[in-house]
């Protein structure tokens, strides 16, 4: 490819949407002790549902 | 003196020391297959062509809506109607549907603005511990769903006689047949048209002559109100919750909505496209309940039993081979559509955690880690349907159950993404769409963990 075929296709594109830019990783955010805290929390709540209506879905095939 | 503002952290400009301007990265193939479909919207934005502009920027969200419109959905919302007739789930599926478009929404403003998929913002904002929970709940709810799409089509095939080795075939068949084309303009097009038969399912409550005024009557007032069993209710509810709004959708939207290219001048165009996969599903979904609720007062409230021979077989004893022919090709369209974007959320989970190219803009060749997921659990849920005697029913309503207690994690993560300044800068969350956000994640948490914990106190007898 050209250097003059690639800069027609760039320009349709936003730069932050090439693919070499959107492997760029965006960094951690810093979550508080509190969010952390309820993200856990939330967490140990799905599993737990999870395992109740696996379970009963199992239970149910027996 | 006010500090400038942070630059944002999708500035390609800004180095990691907020100095230096860096160079243009070299282009790849799937940069120049964006860059022609990003041409004619170019085009058709610059001609002042409206509708132009509306065929070329809509996809994603009608996809997630058609594409949860899947088997397992339309089984229960028939399941519904055949339970309870006409009354609280015509309106009940009409506000699940305004949920699921209050979510895709934000999974396509983030997947616009970051031009990131879902599980490579959550790896990387939150860690790999969050980003790895996040693909394993997705994996597992897909590989469930999928099972269950493959028992929709051989539900559908079975009405004409056509065994489960066809029906595992034919969804494996399109699957490669949709992948096969290294374009995502390709691939989107392809399931679109064939999302467009998900219209069956209203075809078939026309043809079976339901009584308007109590449709409309039910639409405004949601009575009657279900009686009977708490738990069977129950189970209604977070299936057809789970029916609308699940994580694959999430994932979905946003991996594909930056697959196809789009941008923060796109975001009305975003919104068009999913509110109109919103009404569309709402209103083929309440087209199947009431199809359904012809079943109502000929044994339909007896879910278990519709399981062999499928609510096809069922309503031809009821209402005629017509409706029960459209009903079934309706169940083949719901599943075989399902599958495509279900397999294509697996791929792009598995693609962006792991860290390698995930788009369909890429050949087999460059991106075989995401082909290959797509493909893999598409094989694995036809495996397991060809397994004799399987309680094909019971998989669909408890695959969408699963969705529902997963969904307030992703859900969760989906609205922390989408307030996060750094990245959505000007298209953050308004303090209105938090508040909507999160009545919706506690109300979903309620409904499911209502079911499940019922059902598990029923089930070790602590409870009648």
């Known amino acids: 490819m050209t250097a003059a075929e690639e800069q027609e296709l760039v ?3 936003e730069r932050d949407q090439l693919v070499a830019d959107t492997r760029r990783p965006v960094g951690r955010m810093a979550l508080s002790r509190r969010i952390s805290v309820a993200l856990w929390a939330l967490r140990v709540f799905v599993v737990l549902v999870s395992v109740m ?7 149910q095939l027996a | 003196m006010t500090p400038p503002p942070a630059p944002s952290l999708l500035d390609p400009t800004v180095g990691g020391d907020g100095a230096i301007a860096l160079p243009r990265p070299p282009l790849t193939p799937e940069d120049a297959a964006r860059s022609a479909d990003r041409f004619r919207v170019h085009n058709a934005r610059r001609h002042g062509r409206r509708w132009t502009l509306l065929w070329l920027l809509i996809g994603p969200g009608i996809l997630a809506m058609l594409g949860e419109n899947d088997g397992p959905s339309m089984i229960s919302y028939a399941a519904s109607g055949a339970t309870y007739g006409l009354g609280f789930f015509l309106p009940f599926i009409l506000l699940t549907f305004a949920m699921a478009v209050v979510c895709q929404e934000m999974a396509m403003r983030v997947g616009a603005v970051t031009h ?3 599980g490579q913002l959550v790896l990387e904002r939150f860690g790999p511990m969050w980003g790895w929970f996040s693909a394993g709940d997705l994996i597992f709810t897909n590989l469930v769903t999928l099972i269950a799409e493959f028992v929709a089509i051989r539900i559908g095939l079975s009405f004409f006689h056509i065994g489960a080795g066809v029906a595992a075939l034919l969804g494996i068949v399109l699957v490669v047949f949709t992948l096969s084309g290294g374009r995502y303009w390709r691939w989107e097009r392809i399931v679109l048209g064939m999302a467009v038969f998900n219209g069956l399912f209203l075809v078939a409550a026309i043809m079976t002559g339901p009584h308007w005024g109590k449709v409309g009557h039910a639409l405004l007032t949601g009575s009657p109100f279900p009686g009977g069993s708490f738990n069977t209710l129950l189970l209604l509810v977070a299936s057809t919750i789970g029916a ?9 939207q946003q991996s594909a909505s930056a697959d196809k290219g789009l941008t923060p001048k796109d975001l009305r165009h975003g919104r068009y496209d999913t509110i109109a996969g919103g009404v569309l599903a709402a209103v083929f979904g309440c087209g199947a309940l009431i199809a359904g609720a012809a079943l109502f007062g000929h044994g339909g409230s007896s879910i278990d039993g519709l399981a062999g021979a499928g609510f096809p077989g069922a309503l031809k004893l009821v209402s005629g081979n017509a409706v029960a022919t459209v009903f079934a090709l309706g169940l083949i369209e719901a599943g075989a559509v399902a599958i495509l974007t279900i397999s294509a959320s697996t791929g ?12 369909f803009n890429n050949s087999t060749r460059k991106a075989t880690v995401f082909y290959g997921a797509n493909v893999g659990a598409a ?5 397991i349907i060809l397994i004799p005697g399987a309680p094909l ?3 669909a309503l408890n695959a969408n159950v699963l969705a529902t207690v997963l969904l307030p994690v992703a859900l969760v993560f989906l609205i922390m993404l989408a307030n996060d300044r750094e990245l959505m800068g000007k298209y953050a969350n308004t303090a209105l769409t938090n508040r909507i956000g999160l009545a919706i994640v506690a109300f979903i948490s309620i409904c499911g963990a209502a079911y499940g914990i019922d059902s598990f106190l029923q089930t070790v007898h602590l409870v009648s």
């Open chain 1, 11 to 13: 320009e349709f594109l």
């Open chain 1, 53 to 59: 209506v696996i379970y009963t879905f199992v239970s």
């Open chain 2, 116 to 118: 990131r998929g879902y």
């Open chain 2, 244 to 252: 609308t709004v699940t994580p694959w959708m999430i994932f979905f």
């Open chain 2, 348 to 359: 792009y989970a598995v693609g962006e955690c792991i860290g390698v190219a995930h788009s």
């Open chain 2, 379 to 383: 094989l694995v849920a036809a495996a």
């Open chain 2, 393 to 395: 029913l019971s998989i």
